[in-house]
């Protein structure tokens, strides 16, 4: 391999060995030449066999593939800042180990960084499986669909030049996980860049089933989310439903909390309840009546601790 590496793709990883060897395997699929890429796998202390698959699959792949280890886990931010700093390619690309991304994703997202010259990052396309219905999810699951430029920077399909992660520093190794690529692109529009988007450079996204318990960690991990608007204004400006609330059924759900309390002595104070109730019914829909009374709850309940822990930590108001 003698041609001169032009994009390397850094991809963090944590005990998901079976996915990041699925995607390794189907890399050589990429329209652009394997000469001009290279992989920098990051595995962020896992405890499965990631580190000896991709060492082993460096030998049989037609590509650089390399792969590091963070010193202590991390998170994401701190795996993927370790990667791109250990490459040397002028422009960079990030990709989540759980995506596929399509065989132009590499060339196209070049082709966008080098179309686009005043842009300091560019999303790629994001989209779900096909044949998927998400309307019909109703039951705990995630996904990510990415079909313009969005205020969240997220980060499963990226690119940079080499130049502007070096003048912001990266993602947010503060921040950490949950957040930490939403801020990693606010930094650079804050550098003085601008902002991309590359349709043609398109990965698919799984759609995952998670759990209720993984909804309640995760809505405490919103504090993070606070900590962004902290640092970048501009994301709280534009992401947020008002500059006090992250979305409209987070005061909404305070408001019901009150409204309960309340009615022990006043009873049409449970009228308060209802602007959370018409406001959530589009999560409850076709759902249970357990989910619709319990489950739902402790999910806001679990995002407006997170608010508030992330707004005592941080100096600002978000509920």
Same mark, same amino acid.
């Given at each position: 391999?003698?041609?001169?590496?032009?994009?390397?793709?850094?991809?963090?990883? $944590?005990?998901?060995? %079976?996915?990041?060897?699925?995607?390794?395997?189907?890399?050589?699929?990429?329209?652009?030449?394997?000469?001009? @890429?290279?992989?920098?796998?990051?595995? /962020?202390?896992?405890?499965?066999?990631?580190?000896?698959?991709?060492?082993?699959?460096?030998?049989?792949?037609?590509?650089?593939?390399?792969?590091?280890?963070?010193?202590?886990?991390?998170?994401?931010?701190?795996?993927?800042?370790? +990667?791109?700093?250990?490459?040397?390619?002028?422009?960079?690309?990030?990709?989540? /180990?759980?995506?596929?991304?399509?065989?132009?994703?590499?060339?196209?997202?070049?082709?966008?960084?080098?179309?686009?010259?005043?842009? +300091?990052?560019?999303? #790629?396309?994001?989209?779900?499986?096909?044949?998927?219905?998400?309307?019909?999810?109703?039951?705990? $699951?995630?996904?990510? &669909?990415?079909?313009?430029?969005?205020?969240?920077?997220?980060?499963?399909?990226?690119? @940079?030049?080499?130049?502007?992660?070096?003048?912001?520093?990266?993602?947010?190794?503060?921040?950490?996980?949950? %957040?930490?690529?939403?801020?990693? +692109?606010?930094?650079?529009?804050?550098?003085?860049?601008?902002?991309? @988007?590359?349709?043609?450079?398109?990965?698919?996204?799984?759609?995952?089933?998670? #759990?209720?318990?993984?909804?309640?960690?995760? #809505?405490?991990?919103?504090?993070?989310?606070?900590?962004?608007?902290?640092?970048? !204004?501009?994301?709280?400006? =534009?992401?947020?439903?008002?500059?006090?609330?992250?979305?409209?059924? /987070? !005061?909404?759900?305070?408001?019901?909390?009150?409204?309960?309390?309340?009615? =022990?002595? $006043?009873?049409?104070?449970?009228?308060? &309840?209802?602007? $959370?109730?018409?406001?959530?019914?589009?999560?409850?829909?076709? =759902?249970? @009546?357990?989910?619709?009374?319990?489950?739902? !709850? =402790?999910? /806001?309940?679990?995002?407006?601790?997170?608010?508030?822990? #992330?707004?005592?930590?941080? +100096?600002?108001?978000?509920?």
């Amino acid at each position: 391999m003698s041609a001169t590496v032009e994009i390397a793709v850094v991809i963090p990883t $944590y005990n998901n060995a %079976g996915l990041i060897s699925t995607i390794l395997e189907e890399m050589p699929e990429q329209t652009l030449d394997a000469e001009r @890429f290279e992989v920098v796998v990051v595995d /962020d202390c896992s405890t499965d066999d990631t580190v000896a698959r991709v060492e082993a699959l460096a030998q049989l792949v037609p590509y650089r593939l390399r792969v590091l280890k963070t010193p202590v886990n991390g998170g994401p931010a701190a795996a993927r800042n370790l +990667g791109w700093r250990a490459a040397t390619a002028p422009a960079l690309a990030f990709l989540d /180990d759980d995506c596929t991304p399509s065989a132009k994703w590499l060339e196209a997202g070049l082709d966008a960084l080098a179309a686009q010259p005043g842009a +300091g990052v560019i999303q #790629g396309r994001t989209h779900v499986p096909e044949g998927a219905s998400i309307n019909r999810l109703t039951d705990w $699951y995630i996904w990510r &669909v990415v079909e313009e430029p969005t205020a969240y920077f997220e980060g499963c399909n990226l690119f @940079f030049p080499r130049r502007v992660l070096e003048i912001t520093g990266g993602f947010d190794e503060e921040i950490r996980y949950y %957040g930490e690529d939403c801020s990693a +692109g606010w930094r650079v529009l804050e550098a003085g860049f601008g902002q991309g @988007f590359a349709p043609e450079a398109a990965m698919v996204h799984p759609v995952q089933q998670r #759990g209720f318990r993984w909804f309640v960690k995760n #809505g405490y991990l919103e504090s993070r989310l606070v900590a962004c608007a902290a640092k970048h !204004p501009g994301f709280r400006q =534009v992401a947020f439903w008002r500059p006090w609330a992250y979305r409209r059924e /987070d !005061p909404a759900f305070f408001l019901a909390l009150f409204g309960l309390l309340a009615a =022990v002595r $006043y009873r049409p104070a449970l009228l308060l &309840v209802l602007p $959370y109730v018409w406001w959530q019914r589009p999560s409850v829909r076709n =759902v249970n @009546f357990f989910r619709l009374c319990l489950q739902v !709850p =402790v999910v /806001d309940a679990a995002r407006m601790a997170g608010h508030v822990r #992330g707004s005592l930590e941080h +100096g600002v108001f978000v509920l």
